[in-house]
């Protein structure tokens, strides 16, 4: 696609529930990455994956995240018996450039709400 | 591991002045340094990126940035700020086989 796709846009879940968060990369960017977005939080790195591996799991908050990345396309980021503390906009970025060298294209993000 | 400080949470600057956003970083190699601006109901946007050479890069927008290895800062310039600058800044570092790894931000408020 033109663009870093993420969906949904906006999720509203109660206490408890499991949730999954898209991200569908721009073609061809190897690198992926998750981020969330809290007010005065900045972005917090999460998870980055190079192709299907994740190098890097070490932004995970809990054992309650996991993400994975098929293909080297489509990545899921799930989140289990979700808690209120985790509302925040969770953002999805691609790069072409291998590693932490190169310009990130972001998506508009998922803002999950949790009551 | 790397990490990033931006010290200024808001800085409110008026229409036609000059602009210094501050970033500090830690990485024991040499970094990848970037910035991106997040305007309101947005997406980020990368503004600039130093890789190598020349420590004074220009991007977008009318924005520069100094890398100071002496001082591991990347600060954001901008000789006079218009009020679409109004946004939300963000530095961020990276490596070449780690991930990036972003600032809290800085908002920026103009005045008229």
């Known amino acids: 696609g033109a663009g870093v796709s993420q969906s949904p846009s906006n999720k509203v879940t109660e206490k408890g529930k499991d949730v999954e968060l898209r991200c569908d990369p721009i073609s061809g960017h190897t690198a992926l990455y998750w981020y969330r977005q809290s007010l005065g939080q900045g972005l917090e790195f999460l998870i980055y994956f190079q192709g299907n591996s994740a190098p890097d799991k070490s932004g995970l908050p809990s054992d309650r995240f996991s993400a994975e990345r098929t293909g080297g396309s489509v990545s899921t980021l799930t989140i289990q018996r979700t808690q209120q503390e985790d509302s925040a906009v969770y953002l999805c970025?691609?790069?072409?450039?291998?590693?932490?060298?190169?310009?990130?294209?972001f998506g508009e993000g998922s803002r999950l709400t949790v009551l | 591991a790397q990490s990033v400080t931006q010290p200024d949470i808001h800085i409110t600057v008026s229409e036609g002045a000059s602009l210094e956003l501050r970033c500090n970083y830690s990485?024991?190699?040499?970094?990848?340094l970037f910035w991106y601006v997040q305007s309101p109901g947005q997406g980020l946007q990368l503004l600039l990126k130093y890789f190598s050479g020349d420590t004074l890069v220009q991007g977008i927008k009318g924005f520069e940035a100094e890398f100071k290895r002496s001082q591991s800062s990347f600060n954001l310039r901008k000789p006079s700020v218009h009020w679409s600058d109004a946004a939300e800044y963000f530095c961020?570092?990276?490596?070449?086989?780690?991930?990036?790894?972003f600032g809290k931000g800085t908002r920026l408020h103009i005045l008229p």
């Open positions: 990485y024991g190699a040499t970094p990848y």
């Open positions: 970025a691609s790069s072409y450039w291998t590693g932490g060298t190169g310009e990130l294209f």
């Open positions: 961020a570092v990276g490596a070449g086989d780690d991930k990036i790894i």
